[in-house]
């Protein structure tokens, strides 16, 4: 299991240039994921103005908002994204043009983008209370996001890269980003 914390992450700014991003985690590791393809890659964003989102054609996206009142992607032909309810993980794909407009004022964004040739993806919240086991099928990574409170292995903002099963043990009750990539 690798550990890593704010000082592990880059801030770089969109691949369609629109905004910034805070990239938790890369693979490969030191991609650049504005000219190179990619297995996956976990990010937030921050979001303070209504725009198209960056193209990602052959990769699957999972966002959910983390803070603000939210915003709305649309999605042309494949409908309209509601995104106003915090941690409620919601998927679309990277080949779709996508505008987003905010409700009310910037917001933040937690993203998985995963390449749909190479692995398939989830993306779940779970409050922790204590001890609770995280079982990985084979060729199966996980990447826990510590988004409030604080777990033995890891505090708010750490992330936790694993790819095998491992054991979380809340220290206070902690709200978790999980998103699964499991490799075709």
């Keep these: 299991m690798r550990r890593l914390t704010p000082a592990d992450y880059r801030r770089m700014p969109w ?22 393809r990619f297995h996956y890659r976990v990010s937030i964003a921050e979001v303070a103005s209504d725009g ?5 054609d052959g990769y699957d996206r999972h966002i959910m908002l983390l803070s603000g009142a939210g915003m709305t992607l649309d999605c042309g032909r494949h409908g ?32 998985v983008i995963v390449d749909r040739a190479r692995a398939s993806s989830s993306l779940a919240v779970r409050v922790l209370a204590e001890r609770e086991g995280l079982t990985l099928a084979p060729a199966t990574a996980s990447v826990v996001h510590v988004i409030s409170g604080a777990l033995d ?12 099963s491992i054991e979380l043990v809340a220290r206070a009750p902690a709200r978790v980003a999980i998103a699964r990539i499991t490799a075709r």
């Design 153 to 164: 292995q890891a505090v708010e903002g750490d992330t936790l890269v694993a790819d095998a």
């Design 52 to 56: 198209p989102f960056s193209r990602f």
């Design 80 to 111: 309209r994204i509601d995104l106003v309810t915090p941690f409620e993980p919601q998927a679309f794909s990277g080949d779709w043009e996508v505008h987003g407009a905010l409700v009310a004022g910037a917001v933040r964004d937690f993203n």
């Design 15 to 36: 691949r369609n240039g629109g905004g910034t991003t805070t990239e938790i985690l890369v693979e490969p590791e030191g991609v650049d994921v504005a000219k190179e």
